[in-house]
């Protein structure tokens, strides 16, 4: 099992920007295929954008592709995701997760592992 822990939250203008970091510790991370999921009050939890192992395939949302972008260092055991051009409706608590699959698979199934969350929040 994987431990995951958030950081990077916090609150923003729309049209600004966030980075999120979710540190990764317990088993072989490079395994692992990472993401980012997002709930907001009152809806369900979404896939946000997902990254293979090798970091050579990605998965994004159709909401927040071309604003977000999803790396990894597997040196550092880190997976990241770079919001850009927030919107009001990017606000959620968005969690770390994990999961060996595909990035798309991961997005349609859901992860293995989460984190316990972080808090953006996107004024208008």
């Known amino acids: 099992q994987l431990q995951l822990v958030e950081s990077g939250g916090g609150l923003v203008q729309a049209g600004g920007s966030l980075r999120l970091s979710c540190a990764a510790s317990?088993?072989?991370?490079?395994?692992?295929?990472m993401g980012w999921f997002r709930q907001a009050p009152g809806k369900e939890r979404e896939s946000v954008a997902g990254?293979?192992?090798?970091?050579?395939?990605?998965y994004y949302a159709d909401s927040v592709k071309g604003r977000f972008t999803i790396s990894r260092d597997n040196a550092k055991n880190t997976v990241y995701l770079q919001m850009n051009s927030l919107k009001p409706e990017d606000t959620a608590v968005y969690y770390c997760?994990?999961?060996?699959?595909?990035?798309?698979?991961?997005?349609?199934?859901?992860?293995?592992?989460w984190g316990r969350g972080t808090q953006v929040t996107v004024s208008s």
């Open positions: 997760a994990g999961r060996i699959s595909t990035p798309q698979l991961m997005a349609r199934l859901g992860a293995d592992d």
């Open positions: 317990g088993r072989t991370f490079s395994s692992y295929t």
């Open positions: 990254i293979s192992w090798s970091g050579g395939s990605t």
